[in-house]
């Protein structure tokens, strides 16, 4: 059975920082597509960044480009979002995504919505506020 686990997330002032985590575990392989996504109240979910599971490519959005970075860790196959000069416009509940796809998929497709995730976690709340 395949979790997803979210965790990280926080209250920080505009301009500081926090970094998020997602361990996906059930899968049979370390390597999965990933994607962080975000929802705030009375706006729709909005993909924020996205991972290969197999080349490492990675898509932004553009609201966060130059301001968060994706990354994984080899050896557990943990995502994290680390989030930088943060806005009280990225103030939203966090979520991770997994995905395990037979084929290299590019992350745009997955974060634009186009292809779904089958696998979702919890999500983490993102308060940024003075």
């Known amino acids: 059975q395949v979790h997803v686990v979210e965790s990280g997330g926080g209250y920080v002032q505009p301009g500081g920082s926090l970094r998020l985590s997602c361990a996906a575990s059930g899968f049979t392989r370390n390597y999965h597509a990933i994607g962080w996504f975000r929802q705030a109240p009375d706006k729709e979910r909005e993909g924020v960044s996205c991972i290969s599971s197999s080349d490492g490519s990675t898509y932004y959005a553009d609201s966060v480009r130059g301001r968060f970075t994706i990354s994984r860790d080899n050896a557990s196959g943990t995502v994290y979002l680390q989030m930088k000069t943060l806005k009280p416009e990225d103030t939203a509940v966090y979520y991770c995504?997994?995905?395990?796809?037979?084929?290299?998929?590019?992350?745009?497709?997955?974060?634009?919505?186009?292809?779904?995730?089958?696998?979702w976690g919890q999500g983490t709340q993102v308060t940024v506020s003075s």
């Open positions: 995504a997994a995905d395990d796809p037979r084929a290299r998929i590019n992350p745009y497709y997955y974060c634009s919505g186009t292809v779904s995730y089958d696998y």
